[in-house]
């Protein structure tokens, strides 16, 4: 199954491919959508929109797992990323993803063992799990890895239940 993961934001946002064979997980790619600030929301929105159509054309995910939205004392900077969220879940649709989401504490319990994880413990589990040299940067891009575990994790199980409620 492919996988891709996105940390949502207006910014940055954070993509990763994984395949997943079993229990095993090879990253496929990942890095970073970035847009400027001095442009229009609306402008970084189409920016965000268009590469995520692009990836999603070339590299076909089955499922597409987004990081829920979480709100901060910063509700304008939470309005954003979640028109961020809003164009990135209209690409995947686009293309016939599956969405999932998940939420923070989700994505560490998945990728540590702990929903109160610190950061710097799920990159290092990022890097261990997928075997990489060192812990993609920036954060998000890890971020998105570790979602993209999450759901890899999440979709184990399923069908695992699957397998034995029948």
């Known amino acids: 199954m492919r996988i891709m993961g996105i940390d949502p934001g207006i910014e940055i946002v954070g993509f990763a491919i ?22 229009s929301t609306a402008t970084r929105l189409k920016q965000i929109y268009d590469a995520c159509t692009t990836l999603f054309e070339n590299y ?8 829920k939205l979480f709100f901060n004392k ?11 969220r809003g164009v990135i879940m209209l690409a995947a649709e686009e293309a016939g993803a599956t969405i999932t989401e998940y939420t923070p504490g989700q994505v560490k319990m998945a990728v540590v063992g702990y929903g109160r994880a610190e950061k710097k413990q799920v990159q290092e589990m990022v890097k261990a799990i997928l075997s990489l040299p060192r812990v993609p940067k920036p954060d998000d891009v890890a971020d998105a890895l570790a979602i993209a575990i999450c759901e890899a994790h999440s979709s184990q199980v399923a069908r695992g239940w699957r397998g034995v409620l029948k």
């Not at 076909?60 to 990081?67: D, N």
């Open 74 to 84: 910063n509700e304008k900077t939470a309005m954003i990323v979640g028109q961020a």
């Open 18 to 39: 994984l395949d997943q064979c079993g229990n095993n997980f090879k990253p496929v790619d990942y890095g970073s959508i970035r847009t400027e600030s001095k442009l």
């Open 60 to 67: 076909h995910p089955e499922v597409v797992a987004i990081e």
